[in-house]
């Protein structure tokens, strides 16, 4: 699989457009993720909407779905930063036309619910940033989160490497790295977004789900053939998962390696990516190589 077609790196004085396609936010956090950017030597832009509420979203899928609009049609905005999850995502995707981003291609970022708007570029052959967003960005200042994203954002960002885990598999293996929340990776399952995890490198996090409520939801891409069609695996956070009385005593990497285990495929556990800090930031969308041994891992994008 080669690479997806490429958004151009950002540089001083470009234009960031913040939105807010699923869960409704506090104001003051989408102005402390603008102040950030503008530190960086960006210029920002809100969505007309992006303070709206409507029930637990953002406003109304009207509204919502009109400022991701307005932001691909935008011809001056290089970059679409999502200023939190939650949900809603998926009730708008159907209803935005993307054929102006395929000609004038920007940087979309954000996880969590994010992820079916991953799903849809990826769909379409465009990269993406799976990254931090204005909700979790610290008041004032920088961590590691923000920076990584600063990085990807402006081209700085090649490779990570971390420590080694338990439960790793060893091995080597390339390919796109596709994925993002497992909770909405099968729910875009059946959909035209569904993620084709043929010879790719699948990311999965996820956050607040019960053991047996993963180990369904890998089941599901176990029997959908999507695990043994992939090259890899990279396992993000799957912070406070809860336990349960089906499977008493495990971890949810424990249940996911008992899905990821029995494939040839080299498998990461612990990388620091999803709904923990840090949140370090993804190229979805394009190759990488992955490179597990009993040392560490070493991810580097190609």
């Known amino acids: ?25 506090a104001p003051a956090q989408v102005m402390n993720g603008a102040r950030l950017l503008q530190q960086w030597g960006l210029r920002v832009k809100t969505g007309k909407y992006v303070s709206e509420a409507y029930l637990g979203f953002a406003g109304t899928d ?14 001056e905005s290089s970059a679409i930063l999502c200023a ?34 991953h799903a849809r570029l990826q769909q379409l052959g ?17 961590n590691e989160s923000t920076e990584s994203l600063r990085k990807a954002l402006f081209g700085e960002l090649s490779e990570y490497g971390i ?9 080597v293996a ?25 010879g ?21 891409l176990q029997r959908s053939g999507k ?27 424990e249940v996911i390696a008992d899905y990821l285990q029995p494939l040839d495929i080299p498998v990461c556990y612990g990388f620091p990516a999803g709904h923990d800090e840090p949140n370090y930031s993804l190229y979805f969308g394009r190759r990488l190589s992955l490179e597990v041994n009993p040392v560490g891992v070493k991810i580097k994008f190609l």
């Open 84 to 117: 939190r999850g939650g949900y809603g995502c998926g009730r708008i995707v159907d209803n935005v036309d993307f054929s102006l981003w395929l000609k004038n291609p920007k940087w979309f970022i954000g996880y969590s619910d994010i992820t079916v708007f």
């Open 126 to 142: 465009l990269q993406s940033i799976h990254g931090t967003m204005p909700k979790n960005f610290p008041e004032n200042s920088s």
């Open 163 to 171: 420590p080694a885990h338990p439960l790793n598999k060893a091995g």
């Open 227 to 253: 695990l043994k069609r992939a090259a890899g695996v990279i396992v993000g956070d799957f912070k406070n998962s809860k336990p349960d009385d089906v499977l008493p005593g495990k971890t949810a990497y």
């Open 62 to 75: 009207g509204q919502r779905c009109a400022d991701l609009q307005a932001a691909i049609n935008d011809p």
């Open 1 to 25: 699989m080669d690479n997806m077609l490429q958004p151009p790196y950002l540089k001083k004085n470009d234009l960031v457009t913040i939105i807010t396609p699923a869960g409704k936010i």
């Open 200 to 220: 790719a490198i699948l990311f999965l996090e996820d956050v607040d789900e019960y053991l047996y409520s993963i180990d369904r939801m890998m089941n599901n």
């Open 174 to 198: 390339s390919g796109v790295l596709r994925g993002g929340n497992l909770s909405l990776i099968v729910n875009v399952s059946a959909t035209p977004d569904d993620v084709d995890a043929a």
